[in-house]
Nanobody
Framework: QEKLVESGGGSVQAGGSLRLSCAVTGYFYVSYCMAWFRQAPGKGREGVAVIQSAGGTRYSDSVKGRFTISQDNAKRTLTLQRDSLKPEDTAMYYC???????????????????WGQGTQVTVSS
């Protein structure tokens, strides 16, 4: 059964770093895109980063140069390394998965059928 479980959230001061992990079980990684989304209070879900089945990565403009997405196929873990954190990075962070053949922008949350439960990150100024 496909399942995604996030961990690593918490509180950090602005300028600090935090690594999020997503444990993956099921038939992911093969021909799947894995992504991180976030949702701040009162806002919609925002695509943060994606890693495609072939290994290519893409980032939102708001995190480019500060966040790094990676995956460890042997450990079946998706990771989001976040550096130079800002208060506006405060949000609930989710990992998500979709089959690579699905059409739609990588940051379109409605195109992802598989979601974790989320992990909260709070960045204080």
């Amino acid at each position: 059964q496909e399942k995604l479980v996030e961990s690593g959230g918490g509180s950090v001061q602005a300028g600090g770093s935090l690594r999020l992990s997503c444990a993956v079980t099921g038939y992911f990684y093969v021909s799947y895109c894995m992504a991180w989304f976030r949702q701040a209070p009162g806002k919609g879900r925002e695509g943060v980063a994606v890693i495609q089945s072939a290994g290519g990565t893409r980032y939102s403009d708001s995190v480019k140069g500060r966040f790094t997405i990676s995956q460890d196929n042997a450990k079946r873990t998706l990771t989001l390394q976040r550096d130079s954190l800002k208060p506006e990075d405060t949000a609930m962070y989710y990992c998500a998965a979709r089959w690579s053949g699905v059409s739609g922008a990588w940051y379109s949350d409605v195109s992802y059928p598989y979601w974790g439960q989320g992990t909260q990150v709070t960045v204080s100024s």
